[in-house]
């Protein structure tokens, strides 16, 4: 018994070991990029080019001071990104919160089959969405706009949103919009005051994807925008030159500035997150 107490004993420490030194591999491939673009941002041009990498001491801010300006045409790119952005991402958790709530109260045969069909269209790659939209927004005359572009993504994310909000719309008890209702609470009033709150860590997580995945949304802005419209994605191509040599301190400073909201609006849905576990809605028995 001894012997096999030790060994057991053993193998967990052998398997803690592995999972430390996986996990660093993990952290150590992520995060080694970020520093070396940061660092790259902080570079003069001739020494981003070099290999092996020589960095500028002290640190030069001119790569962050050229994408900056009106002449470099990036802080309209920015702006035009929150804008499609933070649109896209109201457009798809109210569609999407809508259709789940639904398939989630008023429950019919087919229920499962549907919840499993917006899972297959989720998993679609956005190649497969491109010529519809694209069809779509010109028969609209919708093409390099902010509109076009903004119900073009969320169409695309709208399954995989209505897909996750449907599973925690299915967790909150309808003890409790039962409870409103025989207090005379009216159905928007219930949705509103009851069951949005309820289902606040859902949005929040939900909103928090749509927006990730859109803030570095490539192929629909391309095929949808000229140049009105250019979102940050679609800008960081222009930095090859005709020689096709990419000015990497520029192209690093301009992905370091597009990284703040997101890391901005990760952090809040966190700390929101965190709220909502330390006082988690009731269940029904």
Known sequence: MRERAAGWRAQRR???WGRRVLLSVVVFALIVPLIWTLLASFQIKPEA??????????????????????????PRVYATSLIVSITTTLLTIGTAFLAAYSL???????????????????????????IPLSDFTRELHLRDTFAGVALASAA????????????????????????????GARLF????????????PGLAATAVLVFVLDWNLFLVPTALTLNHVKTIPVALSDFYTYERELEW??????????LLPVAALVALAHRILEQFSLNPTPRDP
């Open 189 to 200: 009033q219930i949705v509103w005051k009851v069951v949005v709150p309820a289902a606040a």
């Open 156 to 183: 695309v994310y709208a399954p995989l949103a209505v897909y996750i909000l449907y599973g925690y719309l299915e967790q909150v008890p309808r003890s409790l919009e039962e409870i409103a209702h025989l207090e």
């Open 49 to 74: 080019h070099g290999w092996p990498p020589a960095w500028t001491l002290p640190p030069s801010a001119k790569s962050y001071a050229e994408v900056m300006t009106e002449v470099s045409g990036f």
């Open 14 to 16: 052998r398997d803690a």
């Open 249 to 258: 301190s520029n192209a690093a400073a301009a992905l370091t500035l597009s």
């Open 104 to 130: 989630a109260r008023w429950r019919f045969r087919g229920t499962r089959a549907v919840v499993q069909s917006f899972l297959v269209l989720a998993s679609l790659p956005a190649m497969a969405y491109v």
